[in-house]
């Protein structure tokens, strides 16, 4: 009995250690990471302010032109913020962009419309203002979408096909490949330019519910929250944009 005493304490002791090591390494992984996740925000910070004043030379000549029309898919509780909006396509319209389409999935955006688009004038008007050299700001144009413009879309061409080529007398029903479905959505008003770059501002990764079918050839670049935005690292993900030979699904 005493043998058996003694060989259950060791083992209750060993079993003891083992997790205190367990939690010791947990502790030591866990630490590690915080680090190397604070080094990584702390350089991407320092990145993203040596870019905002023009000490990185190679972001100083960003090739605009490739970004015809640009989609910014915004939360819809971040969307209330419209004075952040509002700061967002300032920094948009500095760097040349010229065409602009907002979506939320609720429609804040869209409701906010009048209120985005004279803020925005406003704030142009203010710039060229006050600089002294007189400083041209280009004309935005901007197009408001949500989820709701979906539904409709859909069902409209979708009807259009079907009187198009299923209500016929013609014995043989074609297969609808994607030029048609584009081709009927165009025709119901509800085509729209594809964007050629799109950015997320919320805490998910994902386009949340903007039209599928103007996205096909989309580079989708989630941006992180629209509170922590910054303008270094929307000259980086357009800059990044520029330099990649888009190949369009050949």
């Given at each position: ?99 602009i389409c907002l979506y939320d999935r ?57 009187a198009k080529h299923y209500a016929s ?53 989630h941006m992180g929250t629209l509170k ?23």
């Amino acid at each position: 009995m005493g043998l058996g005493n003694e060989v259950q304490k060791i083992l209750s002791w060993t079993s003891v250690c083992g997790n205190l090591v367990l939690h010791l390494v947990w502790l030591i992984l866990h630490l590690i990471i915080n680090v190397w996740y604070s080094v990584l925000g702390i350089a991407r910070m320092v990145e993203n302010t040596l870019i905002s004043s023009g000490l990185l030379k190679s972001y100083n000549a960003v090739n605009i032109s490739k970004v015809r029309y640009l989609a910014v898919v915004i939360d819809s509780e971040e969307a209330r913020e419209t004075s952040k909006v509002l700061e967002l396509l300032c920094w948009l319209a500095s760097i040349g962009v010229k065409s602009i389409c907002l979506y939320d999935r609720e429609g804040v955006l869209k409701k906010s419309q009048t209120a985005i688009i004279e803020g925005l004038n406003k704030s142009q008007k203010a710039i060229v203002e006050g600089s002294n050299h007189g400083t041209l700001v280009e004309h935005v144009d901007l197009e408001f979408v949500s989820f709701a413009d979906s539904k409709p879309a859909v069902a409209k061409a979708a009807n259009l096909l079907f009187a198009k080529h299923y209500a016929s007398t013609k014995p043989e029903k074609p297969n609808f490949t994607e030029s048609d479905m584009s081709e009927a959505l165009q025709a119901v008003g509800y085509g729209g330019p594809e964007p050629d770059l799109l950015f997320v501002y919320g805490p998910v990764r994902c386009h949340m519910g903007f039209p599928a079918w103007r996205i096909r050839y989309t580079e989708i670049v989630h941006m992180g929250t629209l509170k922590s935005m910054e303008f270094g690292s929307l000259i980086k993900a357009i800059h990044k944009f520029t330099k990649v030979h888009q190949n369009y699904g050949q």
